[in-house]
C-alpha cells in the first residue's frame, strides 16, 4: 500500500514566492500523484493567496495531485500550522516554507528515510538562493541561511528543528489538536516546542541529508537588521526552551546565560581584532556576540515578534526572479 502524504505551505502576503513553491511541489518525481495533496494554508484577513492556489488547480489536476486551499485568518503563525495539521487527510505530513523551492526528489527521499528509520519526524537541509548577487559571494551570509548539520541520512538530528523542511507521523506527534502551541504564533519558537514535545514523548527524529529544500532569501533579509534580530530572537526562543519541560529546567537556564555572557565577553572584543583582515569571520562573531545578549535578555515578555507583519513578506522581487 502506498503511503498518503499531505503537503502543507502556511503563507502570508506571499503571493509570488508562493507560486515557485507550488510550481516545485507539484514537480515531485518517484511518488504517486495520487497518495499526494498539497494544502495551501492561508494567514492573511483577506485571503490573498486564493487566487494563486485557483490558478494551479489546472497544472494540479494535470498532475494528478490534489490541491486544497485552506484559510486561517486568525494571527499567528501557530494557528495556520494547526488548521494545515488538522486539514491534512493523510498521516504523514510534510512541511515547506511559502519561499522555499523543493529538489524534484524532496518528498520521496524524505518518505524511504522515514520508513528506513522508523522516524516520527524526519528533518532536511534548506540551502540559500540569493537576490544579491554579493550576498551569494559572502561566505557569512551563506553560512548564516543555510540549515544543515552534515550528517548522514539516518542519524538523530541535532539541530532543534524548523518546519521549514521536515516530514512528521501525525498520529504520533499530534497530541492534540492544537500541537504548535498559539502562545508562539507571534514570536515564533512553535516549532521548536513542537519538536521539543515529541521528543520528551519519546519520539525519534532523524535527519535526512539529501532530502534538499532551497530559500530565496531577498535583498531586504540580507542585511544587519534583519540578520541582528533574528538571531537575537532565535537565542531568546532557545532558552525560553527549557521553561518547557515539566519541571522547567532551570539549571539548564543558568548554564546557557553563563555561555551566553561569556559569548558577549569572547566575541564582541574579537570581531574589532579580525574586522580588518577579515569581514566575514568578524561578522560571525558580532552574530554571535548579538546571540548572547539574546541568552541573557531571554524573559518572554522581551521577544521580538517574528511573525504577522506584512511589510516582511518581500515578495515583489521574487516575482521578477521566477
Known sequence: ???????????????AFLRRTLRSCLAQR????????????DGSPNSSARCVVEASQHDAAAAGIALR?????????????????QAATADLVAFIDDDEEADPLWLSRMLACQKRYNADIVLGPVFPVFELENAGRDPFW????????????????????????CLLVKQTCCASAEPFDPALGL??????????????????VVWCADAVIHEFVPASRSSWTYAMRRRFRENQLLMQSFIWS????????AAWMVIGFMQLLVFAPLALLVAAFNRSIAKKCITKAIGG?????????LTLVGYGDRTSANSETYEANA
Open 1 to 15: 500500500m502506498t503511503d498518503r502524504i499531505s503537503v502543507v505551505i502556511v503563507t502570508f502576503y506571499r503571493e
Open 30 to 41: 518517484d511518488i504517486d500523484p495520487a497518495s499526494l495533496e498539497i494544502l495551501v494554508v
Open 69 to 85: 486551499y485552506v484559510h486561517e485568518p486568525r494571527p499567528g503563525i501557530s494557528h495556520s500550522r494547526n488548521a494545515g495539521v
Open 142 to 165: 551563506r553560512w548564516y541561511f543555510t540549515a544543515d548539520t552534515r550528517q548522514p541520512s539516518g542519524a538523530i538530528a541535532q539541530r532543534g528543528g524548523g518546519t521549514h523542511n
Open 187 to 204: 514570536t515564533g519558537g512553535e516549532d521548536s516546542r513542537f519538536f521539543h514535545s515529541v521528543v520528551r514523548r519519546g519520539g525519534r
Open 246 to 253: 515539566d519541571p522547567p529546567n532551570l539549571t539548564g537556564v
Open 293 to 301: 545578549v539574546g541568552k541573557l535578555m531571554w524573559f518572554p515578555g
